[in-house]
């Protein structure tokens, strides 16, 4: 089993290449999908590392398949701007997942 990246800027995709972890990068929402889909069916892949850039362009497919998928696991990653996720983003997931507010 092994990474896979889906980045939006060159700099996240050669620091991972370093460390092995091979990947693409990609701008556009119809990218971003097509990006995703095609690592979901990469029967090796166990984790994909997404960008929060990424994940921003298109957050229900994202989460969507955070909540349903049972594999490979998403996980997001800050890119080299710093992090931009929302304040309630991780109570967002939490309520979307278990169906309660916390």
Partial sequence: MRFHLISDNVDTQVGMRLA?????????PEEVQKALSDAMAMDDVAVILMTEQLIQLCPDLVYDLKLK???????????????????????????EAIGIKI
């Fill in 69 to 95: 998928a049972k594999r490979p696991l998403i996980v997001e990653i800050p890119d080299r701007h710093g992090n931009g996720r929302t304040k309630d983003s991780i109570t967002r997931y939490v309520r």
């Fill in 20 to 28: 092995g972890i091979d990947g693409v990068v990609v701008h556009e």
